[in-house]
């Protein structure tokens, strides 16, 4: 009679895959960069003092071009670029859109030792997808956290299906710090940009969301957005109302980064505090109420203005007409950008 041995070859996920992920980990984790910004806040007793905070990026090119999350640099007034090796270096807003939370910042000088990432095309990602992410959790920084694609949420504008955010869920662990830090394939492609987490607790619940690599480089690394240094919110119907705002909306201005083009423009943001429907305000500053001759009424009047920019040319870019509400008065600013 005939023995047979059956010889079960079995394969353990962890070990091959572990291995992958640690080469791809050490090929792609010199590209990520620790982001350290100052801000200027001031207190409710006039007093004005420098808040700093911390996010993480990615090196795209070697021109030494990063992106990183709106939030991480929209306020800040200095922002310093921390290496692998420790090496700092400062940086300067190019182009921003807070709509998707995505920005793109260069750094003063770059000695180009340290090499730029490949971008991925995220409308090949499907839910299930393996993705890990690099970035600085709490200042502990370059940390590895691993996870699949949960969810794609796309939100659209209600005219013509116009496309002005998109993201990833992920239950990749996500928390204060991450923001701004690449998302990869298991290519090594960026494939997004952390934004936020859905949390009760604060920490990382297990909902996370990175904005996709293909809207970023439409709004930041392929277009000619600019950045203005403005930090507005959007004025509805009912708080142009209250603020004597003579057209149904506008963008009340918040702060304006020293410095920038609004800066120079003469812009001034709020410095009066209110609450409004659970969420603090700053008022007493400037309301733009157009922009090019279009009124900015409404989410509408956003994307108008949006597609208005997109059609121009280099030149018509360089500057735009604004028209103001300040202390109760409409006048008219010119805001200028500059080459770099």
Known sequence: MKHFILIAIISVPGVLCGQSLSDLYKKVSPSVVVIETEEKVKGTDGHVSYMGSQGSGV??????????????????????????????????????????????????????????????????????????????????????????????????????????????????????????GPMFNMDGEVIGLVSYIVSESGGFDGIGFAATINITKQLVVDSD?????????????????????????????????ALSPAFMADLKGGDVPIYLGGRELNIG??????????????EGSIVELIKSILSMDEKERSSFKLKILRAGKVREVLLKFHDE
Not at 226 to 254: K, S, Y
């Open 285 to 298: 500053g400037d309301i733009i109420l157009e922009v090019n001759d279009i009124p900015i009424v409404s």
């Open 59 to 180: 090196l795209i090119s070697g021109q030494g071009e990063i992106l990183t999350a709106a939030h991480v640099v929209n306020n800040a007034e200095n922002i310093t670029v921390i290496f692998h090796d420790g090496e700092r270096v400062p940086a300067k807003v190019v182009r921003l859109a807070i709509v998707a939370d995505v920005a793109l910042i260069k750094l003063v000088y770059f000695s180009g030792n340290y090499p730029a990432v490949e971008l991925g095309d995220s409308d090949l990602v499907d839910v299930g997808d393996d993705v890990f992410i690099i970035g600085a959790p709490f200042g502990i920084e370059h940390s590895l956290s691993r996870g699949i694609i949960s969810g794609i949420s796309v939100e659209r504008s209600r005219m013509a299906g116009f496309t002005f955010a998109e993201f990833f869920q992920t239950d990749a662990a996500i928390n204060r710090g991450n923001s701004g």
């Open 225 to 257: 957005r600019r950045w203005t240094g403005i930090n507005g919110v959007l004025v509805d119907r009912e708080l142009a109302r209250l603020l004597n705002v003579p057209q149904p909306g506008g963008i009340l201005i918040q702060s304006v980064v």
